[in-house]
C-alpha cells in the first residue's frame, strides 16, 4: 500500500476516535465551572462514558504518532524534529488528561468533591498548555514557506500561520475561569479544535502530493 494511501486513512481514523471521544462525554459533561458535588455527579452516572473517552484517547495519540512519523520524514533538519516533538507532546497530553478522567470514573462514589474538583481541574488545563505542542508543530511547516526556495505552498504557510497564531492566543486559557476562555472551553475545543482539523487537512493535502511524486 502506498505511504500517501496510509497517510489518509491514518488520519481520517486519528479524526474519527478525536470526535468520537467528545461524542461519548455527551453534552452534559463537567467543566472547570462545575462544582465537587456536580463532577462527582456526573462521574458516578457516567462512569463508561468517561471510560470509553480515555479509550479513544489512546488509538488519538497512536494515530497521531502515525502521522507524526510519516510527515517529519518529509521535513528537512532541523524542521522534523520540532514537528515530531509537537506531535508527541500533544500525544503524551491527550494520554494524560485522558487517564484522569478514566482514574475519577473508577471509584466516584467514595470520591470526596474537593479531591475531585482539584484533580478534574488538573486534567482540564491540558487545553491551554497543549498550545505548547501545537505552536511547534505549526511552526515547523510554516516555516518552510518562507526564504528564497519555500518547500510548502503559500497556501500552507497561509494555514501554518493563522493556526500558529490563534494556538498561541489561546494560552490565555490559562488565565480563564468561565465561558469562552475557560481552560478546556470552547477556545480550546471548538476553535482550536476547527482550525486543527483545516490545517492538519492541509498538511495531507501537501503530504499526500510529495509522496506521490516521489514514489
Keep these: 500500500m502506498r505511504q500517501s494511501r496510509i497517510l489518509l486513512i491514518n ?29 462527582v455527579d456526573w462521574l458516578s452516572a457516567n462512569g463508561t462514558s468517561a471510560r470509553l473517552y480515555a479509550w479513544t484517547a489512546a488509538f488519538f495519540s497512536l494515530g497521531l504518532a502515525i502521522f507524526g512519523g510519516q510527515i517529519s520524514t518529509l ?3 532541523p524542521h522534523r524534529y520540532i514537528f515530531l516533538a509537537g506531535v508527541l507532546g500533544f500525544a503524551i497530553t491527550a494520554q494524560v488528561q485522558a487517564w484522569f478522567w478514566a482514574g475519577l470514573a473508577f471509584h466516584p462514589e467514595g470520591l470526596d468533591p474537593a479531591v475531585a474538583r482539584t484533580l478534574f481541574g488538573m486534567a482540564t488545563y491540558w487545553g491551554p498548555l497543549v498550545n505548547g505542542s501545537t505552536t511547534a508543530m505549526a511552526v515547523a511547516v510554516g516555516a518552510l514557506g518562507f526564504g528564497a526556495s519555500p518547500i510548502i505552498p503559500r497556501w500552507l504557510t497561509w494555514i501554518s500561520a493563522i493556526f500558529f497564531v ?19 472551553g470552547s477556545m480550546n475545543i471548538y476553535l482550536g479544535g476547527l482550525i486543527g482539523f483545516l490545517w492538519v487537512a492541509g498538511v495531507v493535502r501537501w503530504a499526500i502530493s510529495r509522496m506521490n511524486e516521489s514514489a
Design 11 to 39: 488520519i481520517l481514523l486519528t479524526g474519527a476516535f478525536y470526535v468520537a471521544g467528545f461524542v461519548a462525554l455527551g453534552d452534559s459533561y463537567p467543566t472547570i465551572e462545575s462544582s465537587g458535588e456536580e463532577i
Design 75 to 77: 521535513l528537512p533538519h
Design 166 to 184: 490563534e494556538q498561541a492566543l489561546e494560552t490565555i486559557t490559562i488565565f480563564g475561569q468561565t465561558g469562552f476562555i475557560a481552560p478546556g
